[in-house]
């Protein structure tokens, strides 16, 4: 079993006035198997949390501490938290012209693992993970993200967590621009990966629609950069009915 901790942690953006604060003091704790769903409502912290678990350099800790297994996960780069165990499937992938998927899978792969996969082997776990995801195989010879649809992009960030098995999988709003029939295919194939009960999820979204397909352990209210509410899977059904405007009323900018 895996173990990510986060413990107050403070987070703050550059701007042109100067630093801004985002996190206010940020508690949380993964571990294998279970999926915490945070949301919230625009701006409230949620992809800073993400980017900020993966070491994106703009955003800035302040103070707190993140840990996986008891190592020191803010002290890593960003390529060493991957091969720690840490996966972020970004809410807007990036186009990668020129790098073809299979290559990029591979390679990505090779890295986090220390060693080729066994061609055979690779090529068969590619083919299911695709299949699962309803992708054509003439998918794996694109180029990374280059015109793929909102729908494609996000079965292929799935596809990298399958094959790429992580100990934590941030999710930062997966279900954005995605239709019922795609989210439902994104959606399963997050279940067959937490099926395994070997990583802890992270989903971040605004909405309750993907929850109808991926049910959390536990739900969290994020509002001005910190945890105002946190409970099971019937907060969400209460957050659709109501909003966030209670927990707004008070909350600082």
């Keep these: 079993m895996s173990t990510l901790e986060i413990r107050d942690l ?3 953006v550059e701007t042109k006035e100067g630093p801004k604060p985002i996190l206010r003091g940020v508690d949380l704790t993964i571990d294998s198997g279970r999926t915490h769903a945070i949301m919230g409502p625009n701006g409230s912290g949620k992809s800073t949390l993400a980017y900020s678990l993966a070491g994106h350099p703009k955003y800035q800790v302040t103070s707190g501490s993140v840990s996986l297994d008891g190592a020191d996960v803010l ?3 960003v390529d060493e938290r991957a091969r720690a165990g840490m996966f972020l499937a970004m809410q807007y992938p990036v186009e990668v012209p020129g790098v073809s998927v299979s290559n990029f899978l591979r390679t990505a792969k090779t890295a986090i693992d220390g060693e080729a996969p066994a061609l055979r082997t690779w090529i068969k776990d590619v083919k299911v993970a695709m299949e699962g ?6 998918f794996a010879e694109r180029s990374v993200n ?22 934590m999988a941030i999710l930062d709003e997966t279900d954005s621009g995605l239709d019922v029939d795609a989210l439902r295919i994104v959606s399963e194939g997050v279940n067959r990966v937490r099926s ?3 990583v802890g999820v992270l989903l971040i979204t605004h909405y309750t629609r993907i929850l109808r397909y991926i049910t ?3 739900v969290h209210v994020f509002v001005d950069g910190r945890i105002a509410e946190e409970g099971g899977p019937e907060l969400a059904d209460r957050l659709e009915s109501e909003g966030y405007d209670r927990y707004l009323t008070g909350a600082t900018a």
């Excluded at 280059?146 to 100990?167: A, D, N, T, V």
């Design 10 to 12: 403070h987070v703050s």
């Design 75 to 77: 002290a890593m780069s």
């Design 133 to 138: 995801l309803r992708m054509d195989s003439s």
């Design 146 to 167: 280059e015109g793929f649809s909102g729908g494609e992009k996000k079965r292929h960030e799935i596809l990298q967590m399958e094959l790429l098995k992580p100990k």
């Design 196 to 198: 395994t009960g070997d």
């Design 216 to 218: 959390p352990d536990f």
